[in-house]
T-cell receptor, first 114, second 117 residues
Framework: QKEVEQDPGPLSVPEGAIVSLNCTYS??????FMWYRQYSRKGPELLMY????GNKEDGRFTAQVDKSSKYISLFIRDSQPSDSATYLC??????????????FGEGTQLTVNP | GAVVSQHPSWVICKSGTSVKIECRSL??????MFWYRQFPKQSLMLMAT?????????EQGVEKDKFLINHASLTLSTLTVTSAHPEDSSFYIC?????????????FGSGTRLTVV
């Protein structure tokens, strides 16, 4: 069983739609949760970072973490064609002793159609 | 912001030759650098973690003698794929952290697409 599960999609939505991306995980030690955006043939760039449970909003993006359900989400409001990319969730137990290794989901390929 | 430069962005080499990939932190000192491998439509798989001045820690299943990692300075880490074979063809990505243990402090390079023919 993978530590982090993410539906690879592909997901195709019309411009302006609300997009919901999700990941589940099995390791209860994870405390730090991140969403990365990766354009084709590029390195990932950090979109959102959340520590423990709760919500975090940044512009059109909202990240939610539910540690009790081991479930995290990323919502994109008013989606734009420029949001078309692969979205990767990543998690870490954090702390210097663990080395803060990031464990990534498989990534969801999103296409926003104009 | 933190910038990580990775070179080359793509490389084609013959089977049996070695290829070196460089990862540089341009405007910060990276205490830790990570090397990942990514196959098409798959996630990033951590290959190894390197701390400046010490030997790299490899993930299970990654051959140390095949994937040589050097982190000789706080701004440069290199990955050398030795005796490359077609199955080594992949997208290799580095990331650098300014502060050890800071999960959200990673900056990724733009990746290197290696094709072994």
């Amino acid at each position: 069983q993978k530590e982090v599960e993410q539906d690879p999609g592909p997901l195709s939505v019309p411009e302006g739609a609300i997009v919901s991306l999700n990941c589940t995980y099995s390791n209860s030690a994870f405390q730090y949760f991140m969403w990365y955006r990766q354009y084709s043939r590029k390195g990932p760039e950090l979109l959102m970072y959340t520590y423990s449970s709760g919500n975090k909003e940044d512009g059109r993006f909202t990240a939610q973490v539910d540690k009790s359900s081991k479930y995290i989400s990323l919502f994109i409001r008013d989606s734009q064609p420029s949001d078309s990319a692969t979205y990767l969730c990543a998690m870490s137990a954090g702390g210097e002793t663990s080395g803060s290794r990031l464990t990534f989901g498989e990534g969801t390929q999103l296409t926003v159609n104009p | 912001g933190a910038v990580v430069s990775q070179h080359p962005s793509w490389v084609i080499c013959k089977s049996g030759t070695s290829v070196k990939i460089e990862c540089r932190s341009l405007d910060f000192q990276a205490t830790t650098m990570f090397w990942y491998r990514q196959f098409p439509k798959q996630s990033l798989m951590l290959m190894a973690t390197s701390n400046e001045g010490s030997k790299a820690t490899y993930e299970q299943g990654v051959e140390k003698d095949k994937f040589l990692i050097n982190h000789a300075s706080l701004t440069l880490s290199t990955l050398t794929v030795t005796s490359a074979h077609p199955e080594d063809s992949s997208f290799y990505i580095c990331s650098a952290s300014r502060i050890r243990g800071l999960s959200n402090g990673y900056t990724f390079g733009s990746g290197t697409r290696l094709t072994v023919v």
